[in-house]
């Protein structure tokens, strides 16, 4: 629920209506403009009538929203946030974000290597699988904790902040201390209990869309995240599962202006994933910066043919750093930087 206030309404006033709906189990957010002030409401609203809130003489208008997502929804936090990442800004009009890397982690000094390479291309984030959520589990599984203090000792030599996945509760604290951005992949955007623990987490916190799920369903799960205390949300589309069979998925570039309208996120494509194959992931990058993306997270190897996992849609290094530079020319065109 969205009440607005009349202009020049005395604190004295906005104080009592604070302390009314809280009283009533409400949690309050209260948007000071500058002719008037803005209250969104978050919790059981059904119990709340708008005439009674209207017998109030300083309210001026009460709106009930449809959506079930409060603190991600626009209408309650009209700027874009933008996500800072040791001084790496993400959202709003700050330059676009690239995060490129191998699928998984290979290794110290395969890993720094890497860091090297994909930096001159134009990335300022390492991306790197630690933990690897695989269909068979007979697939390499990642190296765990050696491969999480590979990616450190990458970002000390290069100064990339890293990317990696988080699947399971037990390894918050190693995340904690050593990752800069925490990603929730596809498998777990419904996981609720990780999803609470991560909102109480104190870094930014990159959110997959799930493999079936709708924009809705995304949104609350960032919502999950947000309502455990932790804001520094981006949101990722990497594809969705759909008959199609010609691409590993379908990516919906149309969840990036969606989600700019009903949400105050940033939100980054992932073209490798989304398409599974390397052909494809340049035209994918440059609709997507198109397309409004805040960013986008690019799989790249040396030798993709011998890569531990997901070669087939990794770049190399030359064509991520030629891919980059392309971005850059499209970015430039709808008044970004990158």
Not at 107 to 128: D, I, P, W, Y
């Amino acid at each position: 629920m969205i009440i607005s206030t009349k202009k020049g309404t005395p604190q004295v006033e906005l104080d009592r209506i604070i302390d009314n709906f809280e009283h009533q189990g409400l949690s309050v957010t209260l948007i000071r403009g500058t002719d008037y002030n803005v209250f969104g409401l978050v919790g059981d609203t059904t119990k709340i009538a708008e005439k009674d809130v209207l017998a109030n003489p300083w309210v001026e208008n009460v709106t009930r929203v449809s959506a079930p997502y409060k603190r991600a929804n626009r209408l309650f936090h009209p700027e874009d946030t933008v996500v800072d990442v040791n001084g790496i800004k993400i959202g709003g009009k700050s330059p676009i974000a690239v995060m490129a890397g191998p699928c998984s982690v290979e290794g110290e000094e395969h890993t720094l290597k890497m860091a090297k390479l994909v930096k001159a291309g134009g990335a300022n984030f390492l991306r790197g699988g630690a933990y690897k959520p695989r269909t068979s589990p007979y697939s390499f599984q990642g190296l765990g904790t050696e491969g999480i203090l590979d990616l450190v000792k990458a970002r000390e030599a290069t100064g990339l902040p890293i990317v990696s996945e988080l699947m399971d509760e037990a390894h918050i604290d190693e995340f904690e201390e050593y990752v800069d951005v925490v990603q929730i992949g596809a498998r777990n955007m419904q996981n609720f209990q990780l999803l609470k623990a991560v909102g109480k987490m104190h870094k930014p916190v990159l959110l997959k869309r799930g493999l079936a799920n709708t924009i809705e369903e995304w949104i609350m799960s960032a919502e999950y995240i947000m309502a455990g205390g932790n804001e520094n949300v981006i949101l990722c589309e990497r594809g969705i599962r759909t008959f199609e069979r010609a691409t590993r998925n379908t990516l919906d570039l149309s969840a990036v202006p969606v989600i700019k309208e009903k949400t105050h996120l940033p939100i980054i494509v992932d073209p490798s994933h989304a398409t599974g194959d390397y052909k494809y992931i340049e035209s994918m990058a440059l609709a997507a910066v198109a397309a409004g993306a805040d960013g986008l997270e690019i799989e790249v190897h040396d030798n993709p043919q011998c890569a531990w996992s997901d070669g087939a849609q990794c770049l190399k290094p030359e064509k991520f750093a030629e891919t980059i530079e392309k971005c850059r020319k499209v970015a430039a065109a709808i008044g970004r930087e990158m």
